[in-house]
């Protein structure tokens, strides 16, 4: 016997994977802003609002009184109109959301007031404050948390303060938040309770 030779054409494999059209899903993280002025918030979170915006965040922040954006800017968030804010909170379960809003802002804004609360419930965003203290209308749903900043955040901290007139503040290592609902949730494990 000799050997013999296929004339016949391969035939393709036909594999039992699903080929997927159109863009794939993608989990965003979204971080809602909404405080007074820029000098303020750049103090009090802008180190924390840096290393989300680096990690992928989309961080929006919504002022009253709107100041000098170069300082925010520098920090990597992007500034809005209120109704700007909270905008794909209904984008389904590849959206996760938080809302951090300033304790002042809170307790002068109804609107405010009502749309983070609004999505607190709903369970579309975690719900945190920054200021003297958590608001008082949320008696013990508020916790005290703190978070430790980068190297990279408290750099880019100290020029965004320049960029907003308070070139003279020292750049604290750790930033207080105040955190409502749930005591822990993967969004802020980064927050150590104290």
């Not at 016997?1 to 035939?11: I, K």
């Not at 993280?29 to 009090?44: F, I, P, Q, T």
């Not at 938080?98 to 009502?114: C, G, K």
Request: glycine letters at 12%; a neutral charge.
């Amino acid at each position: 016997m000799s050997p013999q030779t296929s004339t016949s054409e391969p035939s393709p494999v036909a594999f039992g994977r699903r080929q997927v059209h159109g863009s794939p899903r993608v989990l965003q993280y979204e971080l809602n802003v909404a405080g007074s002025g820029v000098g303020d918030l750049v103090s009090s979170v802008g180190g924390w609002l840096f290393d989300r915006a680096m990690a992928g965040w989309n961080v929006r922040v919504a002022l009253t009184e709107p100041g000098e954006d170069a300082a925010l800017r520098i920090l990597g968030v992007k500034t809005v109109e209120v109704k700007g804010l909270w905008q794909s909170m209904a984008g389904g379960p590849e959206h996760v959301a938080m809302t951090l809003i300033a304790t002042d802002r809170f307790d002068a804004d109804d609107d405010v007031r009502l749309r983070g609360l609004t999505a607190l419930r709903a369970g579309a965003s975690t719900l945190a404050f920054w200021g003297a203290g958590g608001p008082g209308q949320l008696g013990g749903q508020v916790h005290r948390a703190q978070y430790r900043l980068s190297a990279a955040a408290r750099a880019f901290k100290a020029h965004a303060l320049t960029a907003a007139g308070r070139a003279a503040e020292p750049v604290d290592p750790v930033e207080t938040i105040f955190r409502c609902g749930h005591a822990s949730r993967v969004m802020d494990t980064d927050l150590v309770p104290y």
